[in-house]
């Protein structure tokens, strides 16, 4: 994600969880890293004290035994995972508005900058409450049905499930948060390209702020569906790993369309006020040839100018970043395979 090598002290602003957590000293990608080590040494911990290990030891197949071991690893990798995604979404899009902000020396885009992480209270309720719904539905998807009614007794559930169910809950919480913050900061980005002055079309590195954000967007979200991938390895989890990809993957298109969408507007106003300027020029230009006149600047100049104007790209993308765009597709594949690795590694280690 952009800037996630940046210690994030001094870097953006934020209040409670989001305050707390970019005052540390550290970058994202190493605090991830950091609480997840945490996060799974905190359950393992847990399975030890009750003496876990040697109940499932006791199982015919120590394998399908730690099944639900397995699940409440994925639910500790999410549990850091969105927040720290939603975190991040922010953080890239106030370094992108400040750089904008820097080039165009816009006071616009200074004040947008304060107003990162601010969306409508209502919308994040209501999609925190649809994120915690979203839980709970892929939670009956993935369960047999006459197992139903154990779901949500803590009294005869297994250690292992009750991590599930409430950690299923902050997840689904933060669901919610990520897809207003994805939504609300790609609308602010396509809201900024009004305020960024005249365009140069000749100079496509101004408009590199909104590629960036554009594919921090795409990332945050392609990284979400792999580690939902990881649930692959579990009898049952195929269509809820299917349901989720098909959401992240909207929800990660539409965040880099709309982060887009307002300077696509841009280049696309500038492109054709170039091209009637150029059409202006040609008419002037076979006008004084009509009348045996030499025309300034030459006609040959307006059509080799016209030509230059009409390859302009609408989208600002160059090929580094289509590049970019089909190796985050394989991300997921490559989560998946290595986990793959990893359960044949324990396998051969326990036959």
Do not use: N
């Not at 957590?21 to 009750?50: K, M, N, T, Y």
């Not at 719904?133 to 007794?153: A, C, K, M, Q």
């Not at 579990?234 to 909207?250: F, H, K, M, Q, R």
């Not at 970043?321 to 290595?338: C, E, F, K, N």
């Amino acid at each position: 994600m952009a800037d996630a090598a940046v210690p994030l002290r001094g870097r953006s602003k934020g209040k409670g969880l989001e305050g707390f957590l970019l005052s540390l000293p550290i970058s994202l990608p190493w605090l991830g890293l950091w609480l997840a080590v945490v996060g799974v040494a905190v359950f393992v911990g847990s399975e030890l004290l009750l003496g876990r290990h040697r109940v499932l030891a006791l199982e015919p197949d120590p394998i399908l035994a730690m099944r639900d071991a397995r699940i409440a690893v994925v639910h500790i990798l999410l549990t850091v995972y969105i927040p720290l995604a939603t975190i991040g979404v922010r953080v890239a899009t106030r370094t992108q508005l400040r750089a904008l902000s820097g080039r165009f020396g816009s006071e616009e885009l200074s004040e947008m900058v304060e107003q990162v992480g601010r969306s409508p209270a209502a919308a994040r309720w209501v999609a925190r409450g649809l994120g915690i719904g979203l839980l709970v539905g892929v939670t009956y998807l993935s369960t047999p049905r006459e197992f139903w009614h154990y779901l949500w007794d803590f009294g005869v559930m297994d250690p292992e499930a009750r991590w599930h169910r409430v950690l299923g809950m902050w997840v689904g919480w933060w669901v919610g948060e990520y897809t207003v913050s994805g939504v609300a900061e790609a609308l602010r980005t396509s809201r900024s390209a009004r305020h960024i002055g005249s365009l140069d079309l000749l100079d496509p590195t101004a408009l590199e702020p909104y590629t960036r954000q554009a594919l921090a967007s795409l990332l945050a979200s392609v990284g979400l569906g792999s580690i939902v991938s990881l649930f692959l390895f579990e009898g049952g989890y195929a269509p809820t790993v299917s349901l989720v990809w098909g959401i992240t993957a909207v929800l990660g298109g539409l965040s880099m369309w709309l982060s887009l969408r307002g300077i696509h507007q841009r280049i696309r106003e500038a492109k054709a006020a170039e091209l009637e300027r150029c059409r202006v020029g040609l008419r002037a230009a076979r006008t004084a040839l009509e009348a045996g006149r030499a025309p300034e600047p030459p006609l040959s100049e307006w059509v080799a100018w016209e030509s230059r104007v009409q390859a302009v790209r609408e989208w600002p993308f160059d090929a580094g970043a289509l590049t970019r765009i089909g190796l985050y597709g394989l991300i997921p594949l490559i989560s998946w395979s290595g986990g793959a690795l990893v359960e044949r590694v324990i396998d051969a280690l326990l036959d």
